[in-house]
């Protein structure tokens, strides 16, 4: 028996080795090929994109271009690209020696996270899998949306993976994503236009899972890099700054044209500026001299963006955005200051970011809004066609009722969380296994030099910063002189 033991001790705990130098090209040549050849096999443009579409006009009765979905949809998706590629970015770079690794693998996750997801999700959609068509509409603002939960789960893990493992956390991520969307929006018939549920709360709880599964005991001795700097947060504050402003277009992006659009636009920018408010009030009346804390404020203020994601386009009215705001600024809060704590000493979860506060907990919450606000719905507050429009009560759904809805919202939530907390076992024991993963030891977390050329400190040091160092030690210099001569005098 002690053999054995020890043969399973050896097998698991074999020493760490972050060589990447021929896993990571290996997987990146391979995946990129294999996107290439899925690409001319079964992707080709949709009708608005195709050189065929004056064709398309005149068989369609369609009299302009303007009418392209182009034009409507471009502008909402350029703005979740930026929070995609910037906002999630520069949100990772608060650690004071892992800024390239939040901007980079960040890079490395979505492009090759969205070549997948559109595959993914076109198999999903398409009514014909042999002829997948790219559409601005369905299928690329759902890639980046697809992108966004395997990146919210990336925040659990920073600075404590390899990229290797991060390509195969995004390979099953985006997979198990399309999945569960297709469930919850096509199978139940969900509304969740933000994603609360299908993004947030499984992107969130898939990243914990693989957390906990990937538990490091000693991680305690990269504590002196676990932190941050004055300059690592005011970048990580661009981040958020990026996401606030953008979170509207996340939320309504896929929304119908219209009223219903222009609800979640309105509804989600009211429920941030409320978590703004309430995470400030937390946050000061937390400390004995009411300071604030950088890390409550680079990530509460974007709980109520999180949590309007499902109820964004519904008939919240403007009051209750600020009710769902004004509470998700709390508990967000609160999460950071009790609940993560808890979760590493008691859980043994250790999530970097503090996902479970940001995107966990408001994308619950979310869920519940969404499911309430549903069931409750009636036509003296949406008319007969808004209640129509608004819950797509059309075809095989058109006998469902508000309070029938409530109820299948509520089971795509619980569909997200099995899904985000299964899938992450399976994924996390997946890259637990004793492979090729070139993952850091626990001694070396957080650090940069681990897979960056990192350069010297002293040629980091902006010139400006160089030039005034110069200046002190020359008029130091000038000065000891003075006082020699005076002395000597």
């Not at 950071?336 to 503090?354: A, H, N, R, S, W």
């Amino acid at each position: 028996m002690g053999n054995i033991a020890a043969c399973c001790r050896s097998f698991w705990c074999k020493p760490k080795n972050p060589d990447i130098r021929i896993s990571l090209p290996a997987i990146c040549f391979v995946w990129q090929i294999a996107m290439i050849i899925l690409f001319g096999l079964f992707v080709r443009y949709d009708d608005e994109s195709d050189a065929h579409w004056s064709e398309h006009k005149h068989k369609n009765n369609i009299t302009s271009d303007i009418e392209n979905d182009f034009y409507y949809r471009y502008p909402s998706f350029q703005d979740v690209h930026v929070m995609i590629f910037v906002g999630f970015g520069f949100l990772m770079t608060f650690l004071k020696r892992y800024s390239f690794g939040g901007v980079g693998f960040n890079f490395l996750i979505a492009a090759f996270g969205l070549q997948w997801a559109l595959l993914m999700q076109g198999w999903f959609h398409s009514l014909d899998p042999n002829d997948v068509k790219v559409d601005f509409c369905i299928y690329i603002i759902n890639a980046d949306f697809c992108v966004a939960g395997c990146l919210i789960a990336y925040g659990a893990l920073l600075g404590k993976v390899s990229p290797v493992q991060l390509m195969v956390l995004t390979l099953f991520g985006i997979t198990l994503f399309a999945v569960e969307e297709y469930i919850i929006l096509n199978v139940l018939h969900v509304r969740d236009a933000g994603g609360s549920m299908v993004i947030h709360t499984f992107g969130a709880y898939y990243g914990l899972t693989i957390s906990w599964i990937l538990y490091r005991p000693k991680l305690d001795h990269s504590k002196n890099l676990s932190g941050s700097v004055y300059h690592s947060d005011v970048f990580a504050m661009i981040g958020t700054l990026f996401l606030w402003m953008y979170w509207p277009s996340f939320n309504s992006a896929i929304a119908d044209h219209g009223d219903g659009q222009h609800r979640a636009a309105i509804n989600t920018y009211l429920a941030l500026a409320a978590s703004v408010l309430t995470t400030f009030a937390i946050s000061s009346l937390s400390a004995k001299k009411g300071k604030l804390d950088m890390v409550h404020i680079q990530n509460a203020t974007l709980a109520g963006g999180v949590a309007m994601g499902t109820a964004a386009e519904f008939m919240i009215s403007p009051y209750g955005s600020l009710i769902v705001g004004f509470v998700c600024g709390i508990i967000s809060t609160f999460g950071y200051l009790v609940i993560t704590p808890f979760m590493e000493k008691y859980l043994k979860i250790q999530d970097t970011c503090g996902i479970h506060n940001l995107h966990a907990m408001p994308g619950v919450l979310g869920g519940v809004v969404g499911a309430i606000t549903a069931a409750t719905a009636s036509e003296s507050v949406y008319g007969h066609e808004g209640l129509v429009n608004t819950f797509d009560f059309e075809g095989n759904y058109a006998k469902r009722t508000p309070a029938t809805q409530g109820g299948f919202q509520a089971a795509g939530l619980c569909v997200a969380l099995a899904f985000g907390i299964v899938g992450g076992a399976i994924v996390g024991f997946i890259l637990r296994l004793p492979c090729c993963w070139g993952d850091p030891s626990d001694e070396n977390c957080f650090d940069d030099e681990v897979y960056w050329e990192v350069p010297e400190d002293e040629e980091s040091i902006p010139p400006i910063l160089e030039y005034s160092s110069h200046m002190v030690g020359k008029n130091t210099d000038m000065m000891s002189q003075s006082n020699y001569t005076v002395e000597q005098s």
